[in-house]
C-alpha cells in the first residue's frame, strides 16, 4: 500500500469510525444529561470518584494492554504470524488474570470500608468488583478489533454500548438512582461483551508464552508508567476539587469534564485509526521518514478543524447548560477554560504516539511528571486566591499546552531543525488564537433587545463565517475534507 493509499484508507476508516463515534456521543451525551439530571451533584460526585479508581486499577495490567495495541500491527506489519498470534494469546491471558485479582482487591476494599463511608460508596466498590472482569474482556475485544483495523465491527459495538447504555440510565438510574447506575454498568458489560465476541468471532485463547510476556511487559512498562502519570494529571483536578472544595464542587466541573470528554473524540478516533497503520509501515521498513507525516499532518489537520468545533462549543455548551442542567450553572466558566485543555490534549497524542512507535516512550515519563507538578501547583495557587473550580480549569490548561510543546517539539526534534518546528508550532496555534479573538469579538458586542436564541444563534453564524478561512485553508493543504467528503458517501451508498 503506497503512501496516497495509505493516506485514503486512514481517511476512510476515520470517517466511518467518527461517524459512528459521534453517534454514540450524541447519544453519551443524552445519557450523561439524563444522569445528572437523575444523580444530582452529590451522587454523581460520588460517581466520577469511584470512575477514577477504577482507572487506577487498569494499572496492573503492567502496560501489557497498551503494549498489544502496538505490538500486534508491529508484527502483522513484520509478517511474523507466529509472534503476532502469541502475543495476542498472552495479552488476553494475562489481562483476564489481573482483572480477577482487581475484582477480588475492591471487594476486599469495601469491607474493609464499609465503616467508615457512605452504603452508595459500598455499593458502588461491589459493584466495580464485577464490572472490572467483564469490561477487561470487552477492553481485549476492542483492542483486538483495533490491532486488525476491523472497523466494521468496531463502529457498531460503539452503537450498540451507546444505545443499551442510554436505555439502561433512563429505565433504571430514574428510579433506583445511583443504585440504579450499578446495576446499569453491570448488566451492560454483560451485554457488550457477548455482543462483540459473537459479531467479531474472534477466539479467546488462554496461552501464555514468557517470551511474548517479558516483551510485552519491557515494552509496556514505560506506558504503564506514563498511562498511569497520564490518569494523575487527567484526575488530579477533580481529586483537587474534591479535597480543597467539596464533593458537591466535583459534580459542578463534571460538566466541564462531559464537554471536554465529548469533543476529544476527533484526535482520539484518528489516533485509533492511525496506530495500526503507523506500526505496520514502521515494522516492515523501519525508516522513520516513512512515518513523520503521521505527527505532522494529523496535529495540523486537527488543529484546523477542532479549534471552529471549540468556538461554537464556548456559546452552545452554557446555554445548554442553563436551560437542561441548572443545578450546574457554577460549572460553565470552568467548561469554557478547559476547552483550551482539550485543545491540547488533542494535539498531543499523535506525538506521543510517534515517540512510542519508534522506541522513545520511556521519554514521556518525563514531560508527564513535570506537567503533574505544573498542574498541582497552579491548580493550589487559583484555588487559593479564589478562583474556584474556574482556575482549576485555568491551571490544568497550562499544563496541557507544556505538554503539547514539550512532545511536539521533542518528536519533530527526530526528523526537522529548531526552525522548522518553531515555525510549524506557530502555524498550529494560529487557529485557536484566531478562534479566541473571534470569541473576544462576539462577547464584546453590546447587543440590546435580543433573547437569548437570537443572540446565540447571531454569534454562531459570526463563528461560522469566521471559521470558513480556516476550513479552506486546511483542505487547500492536505485535501482532507475532499477525501472524507468522499468517504462518507461511500459510506452512505
Not at 16 to 35: D, E, R
Not at 222 to 249: C, N, Q, R, Y
Not at 321 to 340: D, H, M, N, R, S
Request: glycine share 6%; proline share 2%.
Amino acid at each position: 500500500m503506497n503512501s496516497q493509499d495509505r493516506k485514503a484508507v486512514i481517511i476512510k476508516d476515520t470517517s466511518k469510525y467518527s461517524l459512528a463515534q459521534y453517534a454514540a456521543q450524541a447519544i453519551g451525551f443524552l445519557t450523561a444529561f439524563f444522569m445528572r439530571k437523575f444523580l444530582g451533584p452529590y451522587q454523581m460526585g460520588i460517581w466520577s470518584l469511584l470512575k477514577v479508581a477504577q482507572g487506577y486499577l487498569g494499572y496492573l495490567q503492567l502496560g501489557v494492554e497498551s503494549a498489544a495495541v502496538y505490538r500486534i500491527p508491529f508484527y502483522k506489519g513484520k509478517s511474523d504470524v507466529a509472534a503476532e498470534t502469541e502475543t495476542k494469546d498472552t495479552a488476553f491471558s494475562f489481562m483476564f488474570l489481573m482483572s480477577v485479582f482487581s475484582s477480588i482487591a475492591l471487594a476486599i476494599a469495601a469491607l474493609l470500608v464499609r465503616k467508615h463511608y457512605p452504603l452508595e460508596v459500598i455499593v458502588g466498590l461491589l459493584s466495580l468488583a464485577l464490572y472490572v472482569i467483564l469490561q477487561r474482556l470487552y477492553s481485549f475485544y476492542i483492542i483486538t478489533l483495533r490491532a486488525y483495523r476491523n472497523f466494521s465491527v468496531l463502529t457498531k459495538s460503539l452503537l450498540f454500548d451507546a444505545i443499551v447504555n442510554l436505555i439502561l440510565v433512563v429505565l433504571l438510574v430514574k428510579f433506583f438512582k445511583i443504585y440504579g447506575l450499578y446495576i446499569t454498568i453491570s448488566i451492560l458489560a454483560v451485554l457488550n461483551t457477548l455482543f462483540v465476541g459473537r459479531l467479531s468471532g474472534y477466539k479467546l485463547n488462554f496461552k501464555f508464552v514468557f517470551k511474548r510476556f517479558k516483551e510485552l511487559t519491557v515494552y509496556g512498562f514505560p506506558l504503564l508508567i506514563g498511562g498511569f502519570l497520564g490518569e494523575i494529571l487527567s484526575t488530579i483536578d477533580s481529586i483537587m476539587i474534591a479535597k480543597m472544595m467539596g464533593v458537591v464542587f466535583v459534580g459542578y466541573y463534571s460538566v466541564a469534564l462531559m464537554t471536554k470528554n465529548c469533543i476529544y473524540g476527533l484526535s482520539n478516533n484518528l489516533g485509533i485509526v492511525t496506530i495500526p497503520h503507523m506500526q505496520e509501515v514502521y515494522g516492515k521498513s523501519g525508516d522513520m521518514e516513512e512515518i513523520k507525516k503521521f505527527v505532522t499532518h494529523s496535529v495540523k489537520v486537527i488543529s484546523y478543524l477542532l479549534s471552529p468545533i471549540l468556538g461554537i462549543t464556548y456559546f452552545i455548551a452554557p446555554f445548554f447548560v442553563t436551560i437542561f442542567l441548572p443545578k450546574y450553572i457554577p460549572g460553565i466558566a470552568a467548561l469554557q477554560i478547559l476547552l483550551l485543555n482539550t485543545f491540547f490534549l488533542s494535539c498531543s497524542a499523535q506525538s506521543g504516539q510517534f515517540l512510542v512507535t519508534i522506541g522513545k516512550q520511556s521519554r514521556l515519563i518525563i514531560i508527564s511528571v513535570a506537567a503533574i507538578i505544573l498542574n498541582i501547583f497552579f491548580n493550589f495557587y487559583f484555588i487559593k486566591i479564589g478562583l474556584g473550580i474556574s482556575g482549576v480549569a485555568l491551571g490544568t490548561s497550562f499544563s496541557s499546552f507544556f505538554v503539547f510543546t514539550a512532545m511536539l517539539i521533542y518528536a519533530m526534534k527526530h526528523f526537522a531543525n529548531f526552525r522548522d518546528i518553531f515555525k510549524f508550532i506557530v502555524n498550529i496555534l494560529l487557529a485557536p488564537f484566531y478562534m479566541i479573538s473571534i470569541i473576544y469579538f462576539c462577547d464584546s458586542l453590546k447587543i440590546t433587545g435580543l433573547s437569548s436564541i437570537s443572540l446565540l444563534t447571531f454569534q454562531l453564524i459570526v463563528m461560522a463565517f469566521a471559521s470558513l478561512p480556516l476550513v479552506i485553508y486546511i483542505n487547500k493543504e492536505t485535501g482532507v475534507l475532499h477525501l472524507i467528503f468522499e468517504a462518507i458517501v461511500k459510506r452512505f451508498k
